[in-house]
C-alpha cells in the first residue's frame, strides 16, 4: 500500500471519426500503458475490464457521438494494480466533471494457501497467493460493479471476501 | 419542509425516477427566489455547449454560407453570414479563416451541432461580432469565468485601476485581452491566468508590487 501509483489522464467529450462514433451514447476507450515496454494482452484485457466498468458508471447518454479517451500510465507497481488503476480512473472521471452516476473504488484480496484473506496485497504477497479477486464497488448501494479473479478457489471463499 | 412552487434544477442535479440524482462532484448551492434552485458548483475545463451562452470562437473553416467555428466543444459550431447586424445578401460580413467572434448559441444540445449567432433577438448586435486584430486569447477554466462574470467582481476592478484594457470574457474558457502595449497584455493576461490559484491578499499584493514598479 502506498507503493503502487498510477497516473490518469482523461480527455472528452470530443470529436471523433464516424466509424467510432455512437448514435446514442458516448464512445469510452481506455489505453493502459505499462512502465516499461508495450502495451501486451495482459494490459488489452484490463483496459476491457476498465472500460466495462466506467461505462456502467458514465452517464454516456449525456454526450452521443463523441468519445471520451482515458489514458492510464503505470508509475510503480507494488501489488493491486488493477484496483489502483481503477481508483484513479474514478478520480479522473470525477476531476473532469463528466456526469457519473455512482462512484466506484477497486479493492483487491489475496487468498492465502491457509484460508486467510489479505487485502490489498503486495507484490510478494500476490505470487504466494492462492488466488486473487479485485472487485471494483459502487458508492450507491454498496453494489458489485465488476469482478475477476485470477487462480483457484472455491465460491465460499469468493462469498467471504465480498 | 419542500417549498411550495416549482424547483428548479441545475446543472449538476438530474431526476432520476421519484428523487435526485448529483452527477458531479462540488458544492451544492441553493437559491430561494421563485419555487426555489438547487445546483451543483462544480470545476471543470472542457466546455459543453449550452443554449444562450455568449461564447469565444475561432473560425476554422468557410462552407458556403455557413462558417465553422472551433468553440472548444465536442463539435464545430455553425454560423451563418446572415446572422451578423446589417447583413444582407448582398452585403456581406468581412469575415475570414483564423478570426475570433463572440456570439451565442441559438441551438445547443446533444443531439444537434451547435449553431450561433452574433446577434439578439432583436437584431442589434450588442457587443457580438467579429473581434479586432490584436489582442491576445487564452484558456482558463469555467470556474474562473464564472467568478468574473459575476457583479463588481473585485479581479476586474482592481485590474481596471492598473492600465486601461479591453476585456472578452466567453463562457466556453477562453478570455480576450487587448492592453495599449504587448507588455501590459501580457502582465494582465498572467494576473488572469494566476487569479484562479491566487488569494485575495496574494492578488492584492502581486498588483501593488506591479502598480509600484
Known sequence: PGDTSVLAGLYGPAETKVSKELPDRAALEVLLRPKVGLPGVLERSREQLLRQTCEAVVLGMLHPRTAISLVLQVLSDAGSLLSCCLNASCMALLDAGLPLASLFCGVTCALQPDGTILLDPTARQEQEARAILTFAIASSERKVLMSTTKGSCSVEEVRNSL | ?213
Open chain 2, 1 to 213: 419542509a419542500a417549498p411550495q412552487g416549482r424547483l428548479l434544477c441545475g446543472p449538476g442535479l438530474r431526476r432520476s425516477g421519484a428523487g435526485l440524482l448529483v452527477t458531479k462532484c462540488g458544492l451544492l448551492r441553493h437559491r430561494p427566489g421563485g419555487g426555489g434552485a438547487y445546483w451543483v458548483d462544480s470545476q471543470q475545463k472542457r466546455y459543453v455547449p449550452v443554449k444562450g451562452d455568449h461564447v469565444i470562437g475561432i473560425v476554422t473553416a468557410k462552407a458556403g454560407d455557413v462558417f465553422r467555428l472551433d468553440v472548444g466543444g465536442s463539435e464545430p459550431a455553425s454560423l451563418s453570414y446572415l446572422a451578423f447586424e446589417g447583413a444582407t445578401k448582398r452585403n456581406r460580413p468581412n469575415v475570414q479563416v483564423g478570426d475570433i467572434i463572440y456570439g451565442q448559441f441559438v441551438v445547443a444540445n446533444k443531439d444537434m451541432e451547435p449553431e450561433m449567432v452574433c446577434i439578439d433577438s432583436s437584431g442589434k448586435s450588442s457587443g457580438m461580432g467579429i473581434i479586432g486584430q490584436d489582442g491576445f486569447l487564452f484558456k482558463v477554466s469555467l470556474g474562473l469565468i464564472r467568478k468574473l462574470l459575476a457583479p463588481n467582481c473585485e479581479i476586474i476592478q482592481e485590474l481596471s485601476q492598473l492600465y486601461p484594457f479591453e476585456l472578452v470574457l466567453g463562457m466556453n474558457g477562453r478570455i480576450w485581452v487587448k492592453a495599449k502595449t504587448v507588455q501590459q497584455t501580457l502582465i494582465i493576461v498572467n494576473i488572469l491566468e494566476a487569479c484562479e490559484y491566487m488569494t485575495a491578499q496574494q492578488r492584492k499584493q502581486a498588483l501593488a508590487k506591479l502598480s509600484g514598479n
